[in-house]
């Protein structure tokens, strides 16, 4: 791999180059680390951009002299602190010992290394010494005697560049962290929409986007979550940027916890964007000799649109974030018994629904919540982690040899940072649930939350949980997470504002220990759903539930938004029954399964309720996705539509070579005297044709991607379509 960052001693210019993009930054004459560009890929000293005048009112460092026009306030600042003259919003804001706010951090001194760097106790984009640099610049406040970190990572191939910062105390005295982002990127000039992507439970990342306007739009996390509310990731792109062209840049936050994004545009029409850690509830303590560790950021940028960059981020999360055994194969088809039996089941009851998937050509039972304690609804039993046995009719370990007897894979759920007040474990720990003292606690879902910040709790349910996993041959696990964080309080510490983040800690401690001792168990996570769908728990769960929403309708916009910086491999998806639980709707039994085939591919319902037609249906829709499995896990993927504004949705995976694609379609919006609609496809060989095996006709790719396909008009309600396409010599076909 030739060098992709480049240090211009005489200009004092970092470059950090990926194929397509260039990330400048400049130690000034002061000693300040400025940053000087991000974009398309450029040669050459960037500095030429600065612009230096008299602020009026704003400060100027003592170092400047007489120099007015020197001033924190409008230079574009790698980590901008507080307390030295930029009145922006910091990215690292610190509280000494007497009381001050101010930080002023000064280069020291810079590495440049093959690899990647890791973080200690945290999940990290990895990459190997041919594949990844990392730039490693060290900034000082000698005042306070401490060392700031600055991480950079650079995998050019993938035109990907991480962040992050370690803060160090050098000296004696108590310092104080009030607030810690990871990336800061300030842009001298332009005129950007700002992409976020909101929702609530069950109605998860819902794409939305906004002109940056003048003062600061922020959104993020108080939840000790990632949350169903906003997902930490971010675009910033420029007005005309589409999905097939334009400039825009992503940050993706590689943590599960409480998250602050801001976008902020100043008097001088510059544009601040930030990512990191919540600073409320946010007070960490660093004694002399200790430091702390910021989640790493992902930052990306693409010339050529948002399916471009949605391809960066999917290239980076597939190869670079998920790993382990399941990373790069195909996932079971599962059935999962919750909305068959939800918590009343017995063991013959569950064997009844084994007989129904394996029938059906599925690969896996999933036994859901309530095979545990004493738990027949959720008022009871979580953190009782020991089989019902009488519920079950035998041992754990017999039940699952029986569910291997019939050719399946079992799987089982977790909710293990949980408890019940009524449960044995609290009753004998109450003080290990998170209750503020002299307060009633806040309940949701009728459950607490344990404190994962103590290390003796993480041991506890480790054990428990890994005593029900040493039972038999439980190859999938799924990790649920049912409410938010609201009563922060630990009994093992006097310092309230560090629990949050080593909550996240003894998360990660546990999900780490559990991927070394079972190395071939599927983990799946979930958080009521899409609560916790981020790239931290991706380093630990190679797929997520994308909702507990399975409304195949709901589910088009809220896979549309996950898209944009999580690839189908990542998506829990499922078919269930209708009408749907969450919202009534009645869908057609194809378009739920076209719509779960964007994602992990599975089912939810009691298969013995189905017709025979439709049992014949899903064992076709099962055959289906498997032989199209491998290129919807590995292919590129494609938004051809979208669903909040167009009466269609449609989206395309393409395999790398172009040789196949397989593209799907749902009318959602049926209209009198139709239009037809053509979906314009993408990322198809040029100057080819395509065969539709589905159909029998062959096209011209390029007219595929200029003029488009007509969906047929037919009068069914949410009609959905799929069709394979294979690239096709001409000498072989006859055109149509």
Known sequence: MADSIFFDSEAKTFSLNTA???????????????????????????????TYADRGTSGNIYDAGNHREYSYDALPQEYPTSGMGDFRSPAFVLENEDGSVACDLRYQSHEIRDGKYALPGLPAVYADEKEAQTLEVVLTDDAARLTVRLLYGVLPENDIITRSAIIENDGDKKLRLKKVLSANLDFLTGKFDLVTFYGRHAMERKFQRETVTHGAKVIGSRRGASSHQYNPMMLLCEKNTTEHAGICYSMQF???????????????????WQLGLMDEKFSYPLSGGESFVAPEVILSCSTGGFSTLSQQLHACIKKHVCRGKWRDIERPVLLNSWEAFYFSFTGEELLGLADQAAELGMDMLVMDDGWF???????????????????????????????????????????PEMVNEDSDLYRKHPDWAFVIPGRNPVRCRNQLVLDFSRKEVVDYIFEQTCKVLDCGNIEYLKWDYNRSIIDVFSHETDEQGRVLYDYILGLYDFLERLNQRYPDLLIEGCSGGGGRFDAGMLYYTPQIWTSDNTDAIDRLRIQYGTSFGYPLSTMGAHVSAVPNEMNGRVTPLNTRSIVAMAGTYGYEMDPRLLSD???????????????????????????????????????????????????????????????????????????CYYYNDTLGQTY?????MSVGLPLPNVMNQYAAYQWHLTKTNLDDITVK
Request: include cysteine.
């Open 373 to 415: 304690g004493k738990r027949d609804d959720d008022n009871s039993g979580l953190g009782d982690w020991y089989v019902n046995e009488e519920k079950l009719g035998g041992s754990l370990g017999s039940f699952i040899e029986k569910i291997n007897e019939k050719g399946l894979k079992f799987g089982i759920w977790f909710e």
């Open 700 to 704: 011209s790719s390029d007219a595929l």
């Open 254 to 272: 590689v943590y599960s916890g409480g998250f602050t994004g801001l976008c902020e545009k100043d008097g001088y029409d510059q544009t601040r």
């Open 613 to 687: 037609e439709e049992r014949s249906e899903i064992k076709k829709q099962v055959a289906v996705f498997k032989k199209y499995a491998p290129l919807i896990h590995n292919g590129n993927y494609y938004r051809l539509s979208d669903p909040f504004a167009d009466d269609y949705t449609a989206w395309l995976v393409v395999s790398e070579d172009g040789s196949e694609a397989l593209l799907s379609a749902v009318i959602t919006n049926e209209r009198c005297n139709p239009l037809p609609h053509y979906v314009k496809l993408a990322g198809l060989a040029p100057n």
């Open 20 to 50: 397509h993009t260039t990330y400048q930054l400049q130690i000034d004459r002061y000693g300040v680390l400025l940053h000087l560009y991000y974009g398309a890929k450029a040669v050459g000293r960037m500095d030429f951009l600065l």
